[in-house]
């Protein structure tokens, strides 16, 4: 016979202000097995703690069952605290009479009786609970990061100088993102490039740092501690082991391309950097734009002039294999293609409505006006600019329900650039709400409006060209008057959308999205940069829209994480999983199908029948693979498979208990 | 102008405000008040709410300001306001739903709205089809604009645009009786 | 290319030229349109605003003719209006059963809401029409420059026309391209003409065709196509009488059919062209008289800008061989 042990948490006034505590002690008290029972104001508190294992002592417990929050929320403290008892910390089962009755229920009568039913199920179910321990796997302490913006860069010297060795793939030709092609940053303004660069060089040069440029992940398999990730090297067809980054062969290349880095405003040729600061600081050519690769003609002018005779037509992908114990993803984002959506906004055909990204690169320096602010249609100085916030942003119908969160600030901070580098300058910002939480962000934005921008709280209706102007229609729903700029040039602040490919970074590593296609976290509030792979977090706006400075605090975060697995020779796994009774495997292997984890593998073995030795196939768990879901368990035909924590046995016992 | 008192407006309206709701079909917590409806708005320059206006005075309760409004009444129902609304809000169906409700408690803002789909409907209820003749002289008449467009008679008697006799339907029983129906349909609402 | 046809009260009257030159051009490129027997007025633009039932009565009792009619064909609607009213009688038939039912009662006439609605916009710009209008082309426009003007209703609201984009339609510019006009590209193709306010709030809706001119004239419209009796008497009417006052805008107005006729060589008097406020035949006999365009690849109306612009100062010298 078992000896269970019943304690009923009151949670302060959450259990017990809907349910009555006394009653279901009382009824606890003839349950099966139950041979002491007792009701704590908070079970969870130390002194809480405590009278449980007194009580184990006192009443030579050997199992307990515990009523209160979710197991979510206490599991683990109470397997912590039988950790130090004679019991094993899996001889417990919670019921969880706050999440799913207190806080769901008024009917005090009936949530009261729905609380001795969950009792009751979880007293029948830990009679047949099993002693579980935990084993262990090694660690391979080697870093991914995946993505090369601020976000990768961050996390990945983090890790870097806490000494492990990190890989970090970037898809594009160089480190940098989204970042390093902005002019200056809010609300500081500093220069985005002196912050940015010099944090891609300590990248590219860290001893413990692998970049790895023109990349991108091609197959993930493995788990926590020990992931195996194939890269796909694209061809470059330029040696980079060998080049110096002269530059010769981008001035000799005959063929101009439109440059993605300078937003479609300039040229760049078919081999090419994307800019100069790039890292590393060497070209790649683009062989849909080559002449000698695509066909066009014979041209092979930078093989012919390259000094270090580094150019190499027949260059190929390669797959590079390695194995890491912890991956980061930054793949960070790109702006909503405002033209497929917006015909009110002329859909692209105005040359003069332009996006913020296209601004950073007008006001930039090194951007291909050098710093001015000129019209793209003309070359002209605009006098007189609006901008639009939330084009595509909180606007469900067109575009993406939520707010992208940095628009408001960028768009205070182009006002105030219009506003500072053009004389006699107009400048409008067309809004919805003004959201300013940030340090020293409210102060920004006042300094805009003090700096003249004029702000009108309205959604623009529509942009169209009249007589070489811009008009702007929009409402100031603060006046109620309807009212139009006259405009020569218009900024439209567009929404943040996840980076193209998102999808097949996420269905690689197993980890989620929500229905914006952001990745999604383990817990919003908990658990921000981690996933639910084990081993696998969240750096940067692939997780959702968010500024500078968050990107680097939640790069900073997911490193640090990476770190503490990394701290341990050993990582502890977690003992519910699927356990196989390879007597009754048949060897179907549709469980090996069914596993969305890849934990479970098939494997000849032997087995004496009759006296004969015989050898059959069977499916084995891969103990660091299985998450424990039961998807297998549901699916096998033969019932050969259980849950650990989780058996048919136990769950039966449950049924009983609410049904019989 | 005068402090209007929420508590109470939202207290004394509120069956009706969820009655417009339900017949328009529009959810009016859906409007976060943008004004990109009011600002692409070709009639909005003669209304007295504009449509952000409209919705929002709805939001608040004050339906005694929508009804006498002459927003509904003005509306051309051309729908560039829900094409472009950030969460498609059918302001076209809302102020079909306000225009009939007053004017079933005889409340007609603007009255040469109210003659021309008076005129048009007996047009329609006599002859099965529109007579533009007659439709253009009822309402000059009942109107009291009694020489708007009148130039424009004589060319276009000349030109055949339009005749002194109706084009008709054959069974002109038909097309009154479904009037009618319609028409008592809506009464008993 | 058979459709039922539903004419509409406009087009036996204000939009005389309209019925005219459709009648022309269907028969010219064998287009068939069998005209609904005993059709009534649609309602439009009265009706919506007295009974929600009204409005969707009046079309269906032509819908359920349709059936009755019996040739399971799409209905082709040359008036927006009416097309409009139509396009919501069907969506509310095919919405519930009881909806369905209930306009049964109504019109006291089986209506299954079997037939789809176009309007006859969309039966030109589909590509057996436009063949069939390439191969009848005698004339040329020469590149006169057409503002092509859609107003609301054929592409608004767009679940319920399903037709056309409703910012930057395209399928009457793609019909002028084919007859040698050059569409210009201008911002006003579906702003509101203010429909029948023009009559009854005329002080609110009269700027409003006053702006649609100016937008076409300020993008050097010679001319504006359309393809709605309403929309067309509002533009070619008002026009008239803003240039009594002040002569400021020389830019006729037509429907698209016309200027289809036109092309294939029919005379004006036929499609009764003479029949505008804003004088329109002269404008066409001029296009035909000038030089033709010089045979360019049929380039899609006014492509999208290209926003990529030659760098004007290269930052390194590049010296090509």
């Given at each position: ?30 349950m099966?097995?139950?041979?002491y ?11 809480g ?16 069952v ?5 197991p979510?929320m ?16 899996y ?84 480190l ?62 330029v ?28 040229q ?41 005779g580094?150019?190499?037509?027949e ?18 984002y ?60 909180r ?103 996840p ?96 596993c ?65 | ?6 508590t ?128 253009t ?53 | ?100 039912q ?13 037939n ?10 589909r ?27 054929l ?46 709030a ?16 300020a ?24 240039n ?51 045979e ?13 612009k ?12």
């Amino acid at each position: 016979m078992s000896r269970t042990g019943v304690f009923i948490c009151h949670c302060g006034t959450n259990i017990a202000a809907v349910v009555d505590i006394a009653k279901v002690v009382e009824k606890a008290k003839s349950m099966p097995n139950v041979v002491y029972v007792e009701d704590n104001k908070y079970t969870c508190s130390e002194p809480g703690q405590q009278a449980i294992k007194d009580a184990i002592v006192k009443h030579k417990l050997d199992r307990i069952v515990i009523g209160s929050c979710s197991p979510r929320m206490h599991e683990p403290t109470f397997r912590k605290m039988l950790a130090s008892t004679e019991i094993n910390p899996y001889m417990l089962e919670i019921a969880n009479l706050r999440e799913q009755c207190s806080w769901v229920h008024t009917d005090r009568e009936k949530a009261t009786d729905k609380a001795i039913d969950l009792v009751r199920m979880a007293v029948a179910k830990v009679a047949k609970n099993h002693a579980l321990f935990t084993s262990s796997i090694p660690v391979t302490k080697r870093a991914l990061v995946v993505g090369g913006g601020i976000a990768g860069i961050q996390a990945a010297l983090d890790i870097a100088d806490a000494g492990y060795p990190v890989t970090l793939v970037e898809r594009e030709p160089s480190l940098g993102g989204k970042m390093v092609m902005l002019d200056k940053t809010f609300p500081t303004m500093d220069c985005s490039a002196c912050i940015c660069t010099p944090k891609m060089v300590d990248a590219g040069q860290h001893p413990n740092i692998t970049v790895m440029t023109s990349c991108e992940v091609e197959k993930v398999s493995g788990y926590i501690g020990n992931f195996e990730v194939t890269i796909r090297q694209k061809a470059t067809y330029v040696d980079h082991s060998v080049c110096t980054g002269c530059g010769i062969c981008e001035l000799k290349c005959p063929s101009k391309v439109t440059s993605e880095f300078e937003q479609g405003m300039a040229q760049r040729r078919a081999i090419y950097k994307p800019f100069p600061q790039a890292v590393p600081a060497k070209p790649v050519i683009d062989a849909a734009n080559c002449r000698k690769l695509n066909g066009k003609a014979k041209c092979g002018i930078c093989q012919t002039q390259c000094p270090q005779g580094c150019i190499n037509f027949e260059d190929e992908d390669k797959l590079i294999t390695n194995t890491y114990g912890a991956i980061v993803i930054a793949t960070g984002y790109e702006l909503i293609d405002w033209k497929s959506i917006y015909g009110e906004y002329g859909g692209g055909q105005y040359p003069d409505v332009i996006n913020g990204l296209q601004f950073e690169r007008l006001v930039n320096a090194s951007g291909p006006t050098e710093g001015h602010i000129l019209r793209p249609s003309d070359g002209k100085e605009p006098k007189s600019v609006v901008i639009v916030k939330c084009v595509g942003s909180r606007d469900p119908n067109k575009g993406k329900g939520y707010c992208s969160r940095a628009c408001c600030m960028y768009a205070a901070k182009h006002a105030h650039q219009v506003l500072e580098k053009i004389d006699n300058a107009q400048c409008y910002v067309f809004y919805i709400d003004v959201r300013t939480a940030g340090k020293a962000y409210e102060e920004f934005y006042t300094r805009t409006l003090e700096d003249g921008a004029i702000y009108v709280r309205g959604r623009v209706s529509k942009i169209y060209e009249e007589d070489g102007k811009l008009i702007c229609k929009g409402e100031d729903t603060l006046s109620g008057q309807t009212v139009s700029v006259a405009a020569d040039m218009v900024v439209l602040e567009t929404a943040m959308v996840p980076a193209a490919g998102v999808e097949k970074v996420a269905t690689l590593m197993t980890i989620s999205r929500d229905n914006d296609n952001w990745l999604q976290e383990a817990h919003p509030k908990l658990r921000p940069v981690e996933t639910h792979t084990a081993g696998v977090f969240l750096a940067g706006v692939c997780q959702g829209p968010k500024d500078i400075p968050d990107t680097v605090a939640q790069a900073s975060a997911s490193a640090a994480k990476v770190c503490g697995i990394f701290s341990k020779a050993e990582l502890q796994t977690n003992p519910m999983i699927s356990k196989v009774d390879i007597e009754k495997c048949s060897g179907c292997g549709d469980c090996a199908g069914i596993c969305p984890y890849k934990a479970i593998s098939m494997q000849d073995m032997e087995f004496i029948e009759h006296g004969k030795k015989i050898t059959r196939r069977v499916s084995t768990v891969n103990s660091g693979l299985c998450q424990g879901c039961g998807a297998c368990v549901a699916g096998c035909r033969p019932g050969a498979i259980d849950l650990l924590g989780f058996t048919n046995a136990q769950i039966l016992e449950e049924v009983d208990a609410l049904c019989l | 102008m005068v402090e209007r008192n929420l508590t109470e407006a939202i207290a004394k309206n509120k069956a009706n405000i969820d009655a417009i709701q339900a017949k328009s079909g529009v959810d009016l917590k859906e409007c976060y008040q943008c004004g990109k409806c009011s600002a692409g708005c070709s009639m909005a320059a003669g209304m007295d709410l504009k449509p952000r206006e409209v919705v929002r005075y709805l939001q608040l309760g004050l339906w005694d300001d929508v009804l006498k409004s002459n927003s509904p009444w003005i509306c051309a129902s051309c729908h560039t306001c829900v094409a472009r609304c950030p969460h498609n809000v059918d302001i076209p169906s809302l102020m079909e739903a306000v225009r009939q409700e007053a004017k079933r408690q005889g409340i007609v803002p603007v009255k040469e709205v109210d003659v021309f789909t008076n005129v048009f409907i007996d047009s329609v209820k006599k002859n099965g089809k529109l007579h533009d003749l007659m439709l253009t002289g009822m309402y000059n008449m009942k109107s009291g604009h009694l020489m708007q467009d009148a130039w424009a008679g004589a060319p276009m008697l000349k030109s055949g645009k339009v005749g002194l006799r109706p084009h008709t339907v054959k069974d002109k029983e038909a097309v009154r009786r479904l009037i009618k129906n319609s028409l008592k349909r809506g009464e008993s609402k | 290319m058979k459709y039922s046809y539903y004419p509409g009260c406009s087009l036996s009257s204000t939009g005389l030229e309209y019925g005219l030159s459709t009648r022309y051009v269907a028969k010219k490129i064998g287009m068939e349109l069998h005209e609904i027997p005993d059709w009534n007025c649609c309602g439009a633009t009265a009706a919506h605003s007295m009974n929600h039932d009204l409005a969707l009565a009046l079309p269906a009792r032509n819908l359920a003719l349709v059936e009755k009619q019996g040739l399971g064909l799409e209905i082709a609607i040359p008036c927006a209006a009416c097309y409009s009213r139509m396009k919501y009688a069907i969506q509310a038939a095919r919405s519930s059963e009881k909806e369905r039912q209930k306009i049964e009662e109504i019109i006291e006439m089986p209506y299954e809401a079997k037939n789809d609605a176009i309007c006859l916009l969309e039966a030109f710009a589909r590509e057996d029409a436009q063949a069939a209008v390439k191969e009848k082309i005698v004339k040329s426009l020469n590149g006169l420059k057409v503002a092509s003007y859609y107003g609301c209703l054929l592409v608004r609201p767009a679940g319920v026309t399903q037709f056309d984009d409703n910012e930057n339609p395209q399928s009457m510019d793609n019909l002028m391209t084919l007859i040698g006009a050059k569409p210009v590209n201008w911002a006003f193709k579906t702003e509101c003409c203010g429909a029948s306010h023009q009559v009854d709030a005329p002080k609110v809706a009269r700027p409003l065709i006053y702006n649609i001119l100016r937008n076409a004239k300020a993008n050097g419209a010679e001319a504006i196509v359309t393809a709605c009796p309403l929309c067309m008497m509002n533009l070619d009417m008002r026009e008239f009488e803003f240039n009594k006052a002040k002569k400021e805008f020389d830019i006729p107005v037509y429907y698209f059919t016309e200027l289809l006729g036109m092309a294939m060589g029919a005379d004006p008097k036929e499609l009764g062209m003479e029949k505008h406020f804003t004088p329109a035949v002269a404008r066409i006999k001029e296009a035909f008289k000038r030089p033709p365009e010089e045979e360019k690849p049929i380039k899609k109306a006014k492509a999208k800008v290209e926003e990529v612009k030659e760098e004007e100062k290269p930052k390194e010298a590049i010296d090509n061989e």
